[in-house]
């Protein structure tokens, strides 16, 4: 995935011979795996060569770095040759590496991701599942006054790129149209308060980012505030394409139904009621969509939510049609997903909601004791008390322009 330049041969020709020799055997080591990763169709064993490819990656760097060095010991290449050559090579180590450490710890998520899309092309699929996670980030200037403003900023711009539009359309496009850019917002469907080794755990991941733009959704940020406080859930239509899953918006507190949404700043009939927007399904330029194990956990945390207020009828609904969640998929570990439950709501949640979403265990994160596992899902309970506190606070200060930029940086 990772453009790697090979020594320049300006360089390469000052080695000694025994340096040429190992660096010309790490190439054809690649060369054969790279014959095999082209033909591969199987995402798992695709993958396992993707890591064996970025160890040789790093092996030829490595033995790239030492050649130099010798070289520059006999005298063959002068410092200043050395030195840029040197910085050449560290800019793709790095590039490498982080691919390498990806693969290794995110492997779940950029599987799962994988085969959410057009697995017609894996060389693609995995770029597109890669894009953000080797990206090396922009380094702050000293000057810049807002560094939490400026990585909204950022992931903004990645969801304006991997979406392929300034917002994510909901509830017609003549009527978004209208819609002033200012009120659109960058949300995150995971908040990013909530990015632990708890979470990553109940993901079934070493690590995760919640920054990339498949957590994310360009959304009014009266829909944001609604599905922020639960008022609103994203779910997923039934679809025989399975790369190409359709999402509509559905209300969950029927109590807002005759109320307005969005007031358009046009004239007084210029209107959009929630009743407008209930099952209005979201509409993309292009083939990107959000990940589903997101969707998926803003919907489990919007039920554990209603739950407490008593309020989960829009769930059983959806469960007497058949099916609470209609994508399956291994998308939360099933033992910590109990637990959390428990400290998040007091409740239970039905076999209906978890049944083919869950997995039993992860190669990347095993399974750890029960009273381990009891112990971060209380601590990632609490961690969703504050933010659910949080997101109460942000919707009260949402119309006070002088604490909006501070309301979008914490979405």
Same mark, same amino acid.
């Given at each position: 995935?990772?453009?790697?330049?090979?020594?320049?041969?300006?360089?390469?020709?000052?080695?000694?011979?025994?340096?040429?020799?190992?660096?010309?055997?790490?190439?054809?080591?690649?060369?054969?795996?790279?014959?095999?990763?082209?033909?591969?169709?199987?995402?798992?064993?695709?993958?396992?060569?993707?890591?064996?490819?970025?160890?040789?990656?790093?092996?030829?760097?490595?033995?790239?770095?030492?050649?130099?060095?010798?070289?520059?010991?006999?005298?063959?290449?002068?410092?200043?040759?050395?030195?840029?050559?040197?910085?050449?090579?560290?800019?793709?180590?790095?590039?490498?590496?982080?691919?390498?450490?990806?693969?290794?710890?995110?492997?779940?998520?950029?599987?799962?991701?994988?085969?959410?899309?057009?697995?017609?092309?894996?060389?693609?699929?995995?770029?597109?599942?890669?894009?953000?996670?080797?990206?090396?980030?922009?380094?702050?200037?000293?000057? !810049?006054?807002?560094?939490?403003?400026?990585?909204?900023?950022?992931?903004?711009?990645?969801?304006?790129?991997?979406?392929?539009?300034?917002?994510?359309?909901?509830?017609?496009?003549?009527?978004?149209?209208?819609?002033?850019?200012?009120?659109?917002?960058?949300?995150?469907?995971?908040?990013?308060?909530?990015?632990?080794?708890?979470?990553?755990?109940?993901?079934?991941?070493?690590?995760?980012?919640?920054?990339?733009?498949?957590?994310?959704?360009?959304?009014?940020?009266?829909?944001?505030?609604?599905?922020?406080?639960?008022?609103?859930?994203?779910?997923?239509?039934?679809?025989?394409?399975?790369?190409?899953?359709?999402?509509?918006?559905?209300?969950?507190?029927?109590?807002?139904?005759?109320?307005?949404?969005?007031?358009?700043?046009?004239?007084?009939?210029?209107?959009?009621?929630?009743?407008?927007?209930?099952?209005?399904?979201?509409?993309?330029?292009?083939?990107?969509?959000?990940?589903?194990?997101?969707?998926?956990?803003?919907?489990?945390?919007?039920?554990?939510?209603?739950?407490?207020?008593?309020?989960?009828?829009?769930?059983?609904?959806?469960?007497?049609?058949?099916?609470?969640?209609?994508?399956?998929?291994?998308?939360?570990?099933?033992?910590?997903?109990?637990?959390?439950?428990?400290?998040?709501?007091?409740?239970?949640?039905?076999?209906?909601?978890?049944?083919? !979403?869950?997995?039993?265990? !992860?190669?990347?994160?095993?399974?750890?004791?029960?009273?381990?596992?009891?112990?971060?899902?209380?601590?990632?309970?609490?961690?969703?008390?504050?933010?659910?506190?949080?997101?109460?606070?942000?919707?009260?200060?949402?119309?006070?322009?002088?604490?909006?930029?501070?309301?979008?940086?914490?979405?």
């Amino acid at each position: 995935m990772v453009n790697k330049s090979p020594l320049h041969h300006r360089y390469a020709s000052l080695l000694s011979s025994e340096s040429q020799e190992k660096l010309a055997e790490v190439k054809s080591r690649k060369i054969s795996a790279a014959s095999i990763i082209s033909t591969s169709s199987d995402v798992s064993e695709f993958l396992d060569f993707k890591i064996k490819d970025a160890k040789l990656d790093m092996d030829y760097t490595e033995r790239s770095k030492r050649g130099l060095v010798e070289a520059y010991e006999r005298d063959t290449i002068e410092e200043e040759d050395l030195t840029e050559a040197l910085h050449d090579i560290k800019q793709d180590d790095m590039k490498i590496r982080r691919e390498y450490v990806a693969l290794k710890r995110q492997r779940k998520l950029i599987q799962d991701d994988i085969k959410e899309g057009d697995q017609s092309n894996l060389e693609k699929a995995y770029a597109l599942a890669m894009l953000n996670r080797v990206k090396i980030p922009p380094q702050l200037s000293q000057s !810049a006054r807002n560094p939490k403003k400026r990585t909204q900023d950022d992931f903004r711009q990645a969801l304006e790129s991997y979406y392929g539009a300034a917002r994510t359309m909901i509830a017609g496009e003549s009527q978004i149209k209208q819609w002033l850019s200012g009120e659109v917002k960058a949300a995150h469907m995971v908040p990013k308060s909530l990015q632990s080794d708890e979470l990553s755990y109940l993901f079934g991941a070493g690590e995760m980012d919640l920054s990339e733009p498949r957590n994310g959704l360009l959304l009014h940020r009266k829909i944001e505030e609604a599905l922020d406080r639960g008022a609103a859930v994203i779910v997923p239509l039934p679809s025989k394409d399975f790369s190409m899953s359709e999402w509509k918006l559905l209300l969950t507190t029927e109590s807002l139904r005759n109320q307005v949404a969005v007031a358009l700043p046009f004239t007084a009939s210029d209107q959009i009621y929630w009743r407008d927007l209930d099952e209005t399904i979201l509409q993309f330029p292009n083939e990107n969509r959000p990940a589903r194990r997101y969707l998926y956990f803003k919907y489990l945390m919007t039920f554990l939510m209603t739950q407490v207020l008593g309020g989960t009828k829009w769930a059983e609904k959806r469960a007497h049609k058949g099916s609470m969640w209609c994508t399956p998929g291994p998308y939360l570990r099933k033992s910590m997903l109990a637990s959390l439950a428990k400290h998040v709501s007091d409740g239970w949640l039905p076999e209906a909601i978890y049944t083919g !979403a869950t997995f039993s265990d !992860a190669a990347e994160e095993p399974n750890r004791p029960p009273d381990n596992e009891e112990v971060l899902a209380m601590s990632l309970g609490l961690k969703l008390e504050g933010e659910k506190t949080d997101a109460s606070k942000r919707a009260l200060a949402a119309d006070n322009p002088d604490d909006e930029a501070d309301d979008e940086e914490e979405s």
